[in-house]
């Protein structure tokens, strides 16, 4: 059964940091490029961050200098580390995993970051 578990989210104040962890089970994770999401309600799902097999790492404009993402293919597990965090990163982070037509999403965390 393929599963992915974000954990990580919580309530941070501007300027704070965060990491968040996406555990992958079910499927072979080293074949899969990796990937951040995040979404607010009445917006679309929007790409943060993604990381390839290879480690070849993009980020949105909008966190380039703030946010990394890393993968440790021995835990199965995708990180996001958040750091300088704005108000207007709140929103509810997902986990995703790409290989060919596979496509797996995580049930995903909130992140809030207060003024």
């Known amino acids: 059964q393929v599963q992915l578990v974000e954990s990580g989210g919580g309530l941070v104040q501007v300027g704070g940091s965060l990491r968040l962890s996406c555990s992958a089970s079910?499927?072979?994770?080293?074949?899969?490029?990796m990937r951040w999401y995040r979404q607010t309600p009445g917006k679309e799902r929007e790409l943060v961050a993604g990381?390839?097999?290879?480690?070849?790492?993009n980020y949105a404009d909008s966190v380039k200098g703030r946010f990394t993402i890393s993968r440790d293919n021995a835990k199965n597990t995708v990180y996001l580390q958040m750091n300088s965090l704005k108000p207007e990163d709140t929103a509810v982070y997902y986990c995703?995993?790409?290989?060919?037509?596979?496509?797996?999403w995580g049930q995903g965390t909130q992140v809030t970051v207060s003024s």
């Open positions: 990381i390839s097999v290879g480690a070849t790492t």
């Open positions: 995703n995993a790409v290989w060919i037509t596979a496509n797996y």
């Open positions: 079910g499927f072979t994770f080293s074949r899969y490029d």
